[in-house]
């Protein structure tokens, strides 16, 4: 086990969740559990919406998910849609809510208080705000604290949800890699992103020939809306069924290699503002716009070349001792011995020990962050006294520093995630459709 620190991507529940941490749009994420209301006589105190399968949407879910829709919306500075059209648009999103929620429940999924005070942490500090005032902090937005606890708790429940259902059975070959860096795609710089909205007009799974036409006809006239100069995010809240039409379908900045495979070809020809012709896919018809484009400058990091020798504690050597070992094997390297031969001897870092203690060029962000503090402090050449980090305790020798292009070593990183990042979008909207489909729906107007 060495200093470095894993280069896969570990997407913990509670992370991704306090991804709603900026704390002025948590009010669009509002939402609260199914469940009519009964008095003592069984008269229902709270109005239905729509039945979905063996539950319901409330009156006052879709009352209070509006509100906060439309707030959203007016933060964006954009046009409200009609209050038919946007209520069809959010009581569409609440029932495909309720559907994944009840799928989590089948397969017992649940979010513990510990997994909950975790993002709840995280959401703290991402708006550098104790914890201790994050209920302070909600209420003067109008949000109760123990209300968004809970809907962060359903969120986390989902996003569990969507990783064992899609993000598990994602699988991203090596091979696939390799032949994206040597495509066309590949000869574009890794850093050039672009901003790109989209429009979708969905179809069943099993569509006909004349509902796709029926789309594509419906798709066109929003493009000629637009090149009309009707505003596109505020035609994206109002009609498109994509995941991310209440945030004007915009799908933020993404590297080429991250967009939807399907819009590629078209968004690189586009220039800024432009829209491109009608794409189809499996999950509809696609009115996409590419908004900007920035980006495509070199990689230059420091590294440093660095050697060490791991030793941990153990059932017979505490951590003392294994410090005052590693001092010892230090003043013997002081005084002629070989680092390289003490570390093939003693280091129990199996992939460095065999190279003499070697990690090579290494980004001080690829470390250990307690490791690299200690050998930031050192001059070439010379040894550090042990550092403690989370793999045991360690003595290095940094011999150089130097500023290095990595855009290739980042670009295939990058390459990597984002091309992962694709398969699981698309196959996350087909797994919507599915659950869609099969669900019983029944709306009470």
């Not at 130097?402 to 398969?423: I, N, Y």
């Amino acid at each position: 086990m060495n200093p470095l620190r894993g280069r896969e991507p570990h997407f913990h529940a509670a992370a991704r969740c306090a991804r709603l941490a900026a704390l002025p749009l948590l009010a669009a994420m509002m939402f609260s559990p199914a469940g009519a209301q009964l008095s003592r006589s069984g008269t229902l105190l709270e109005g239905i919406v729509a039945v979905v399968n063996d539950g319901v949407v409330l009156k006052s879910e879709l009352d209070r998910e509006l509100a906060a829709v439309r707030a959203s919306i007016r933060a964006q500075g954009l046009r409200s849609p009609p209050s038919n059209v946007l209520r069809t648009q959010v009581l569409e999103r609440l029932v495909l809510r309720e559907i994944q929620t009840q799928r989590a429940g089948r397969m017992g999924i649940e979010i513990s208080d510990e997994q909950v005070n975790q993002a709840l942490e995280f959401v703290a500090r991402q708006n550098a705000v104790p914890l201790s005032e994050l209920p302070e902090a909600l209420a003067e937005q109008g949000l109760d604290y123990a209300q968004y606890r809970e809907e962060l708790r359903s969120q986390m429940i989902l996003d569990t949800l969507r990783q064992r259902d899609v993000v598990a059975r994602v699988f991203l070959n090596p091979r696939e890699v390799d032949d994206f860096l040597r495509g066309a795609e590949g000869e574009e710089s890794a850093n050039r992103e672009y901003g790109v909205s989209h429009i979708l007009i969905g179809v069943p799974l099993n569509a006909t020939a004349g509902q796709r036409e029926a789309a594509r006809e419906r798709a066109g006239k929003l493009r000629e809306r637009v090149l009309g100069g009707e505003n596109f995010a505020e035609l994206a809240i109002a009609y498109s069924e994509a995941q991310n039409a209440l945030q004007g379908g915009s799908l933020g900045w993404r590297k080429r290699n991250a967009l939807p495979t399907a819009f590629v070809a078209h968004v690189t020809q586009l220039e800024p503002g432009g829209l491109a012709e009608l794409i189809t896919t499996g999950s509809g018809v696609h009115l996409v716009r590419l908004d900007g484009v920035r980006g495509g400058e070199p990689i230059i990091k420091e590294q440093w070349e660095v050697r060490h020798i791991l030793l941990q504690p153990n059932e017979i050597r505490d951590s003392d001792a294994t410090r005052r070992e590693l001092d010892e094997l230090r003043a013997q390297i002081a005084a002629g011995e070989s680092f390289s031969a003490m570390a093939r001897a003693y280091s129990a870092d199996p992939g460095s020990a065999s190279e003499g203690g070697m990690l090579g060029w290494v980004s001080p962000e690829d470390l250990d962050p307690a490791f690299a503090a200690g050998v930031a402090e050192l001059q070439d050449g010379e040894i550090s006294a042990p550092i403690r980090s989370s793999f045991g305790w360690h003595i290095a020798q940094r011999s150089g520093v130097r500023m290095q292009d990595v855009s290739d070593e980042v670009r295939r990183q990058r390459a990597a995630l984002a091309l992962r990042e694709r398969k699981v979008q698309e196959e996350t909207q087909l797994w919507l459709q599915r659950l869609r489909a099969e669900a019983f729906v029944e709306y009470k107007q």
